[in-house]
């Protein structure tokens, strides 16, 4: 069936460095993957998306990339602040659709 | 513009019980997704709606239904409560269906069974 598999499931980083994500997907249909962060008691937000038709997408400090030939996709965050504490989720669809299959999550912590 | 409204935040139910949940999506969105936030399973689909019809529907027991109405407000029921059906239900609202556009998130439900 449908899945998507997220590495690490926690992640500590000093302050200032970098933080990556990775998500691997089985359905092959599969073509919008949206980012989403959670922090503690709150709803999920959209961070960065990426669409199978481009192979990588920046916003300032977040960037995603995508091997739809492996079926992996990445969330990049650089210059990490103790804000960027959270946990954040991957998730794959396929076109049109809003059944978002998640990952797991990753609880990120920036330790300042 | 208002965001994604649930209610109620907070709900305890006793095992064997039913509940509804409702959900507002922002104005003019027509399309609503449901899920269910455990610790153990994380973010799981439960449905999708889009102009009062059920796109999808996820692995789930026939204990869980949903609607939309007109208003494409959304509502999901819970039959015969187990206590495994504690967790966060989030509901998630968006603008199209036919392409991908941003889904809001609801605050949740968090249902407790005892």
């Known amino acids: 069936g449908e899945n998507v598999e997220q590495h690490p499931s926690t992640l500590s980083v000093q302050e200032g460095d970098s933080a990556v994500i990775k998500c691997t997907y089985s359905?092959?249909?599969?073509?919008?993957f949206p980012w989403y962060k959670q922090e503690l008691g709150k709803r999920p937000q959209l961070i960065i998306d990426?669409?199978?038709?481009?192979g990588e997408k920046k916003d300032q400090r977040i960037a995603v990339t995508l091997n739809k030939t492996a079926k992996h996709f990445s969330l990049h965050i650089t210059e990490t602040q103790p804000e960027d504490s959270a946990v954040y989720f991957c998730a794959a669809s396929g076109s049109g659709t809003y059944k978002y299959i998640f990952g797991t999550g990753t609880r990120l912590k920036v330790l300042a | 513009k208002a965001g994604v409204t649930q209610t109620p935040r907070y709900l305890i139910k006793t095992r064997g019980q039913q509940v509804t949940l409702s959900c507002s999506p922002i104005s003019g969105h027509r399309s609503v997704s449901w899920y269910q936030q455990t610790p153990g399973q994380g973010l799981q689909f439960l449905f999708e709606?889009?102009?009062?019809?059920?796109?999808n529907k996820g692995n789930f027991p026939g204990r869980f239904s949903g609607r939309q109405f007109s208003n494409s407000r959304s509502e999901m029921n819970v039959s015969t409560l187990e206590l495994g059906d504690s967790a966060l239900y989030l509901c998630?609202?968006?603008?199209?269906?036919?392409?991908?556009?941003?889904?809001?998130f609801g605050q949740g439900t968090r249902l407790t069974v005892v």
């Open positions: 709606y889009f102009s009062e019809t059920q796109r």
């Open positions: 990426i669409r199978s038709n481009v």
């Open positions: 998630a609202s968006s603008a199209q269906q036919g392409t991908n556009t941003e889904a809001f």
């Open positions: 359905d092959s249909a599969s073509n919008y």
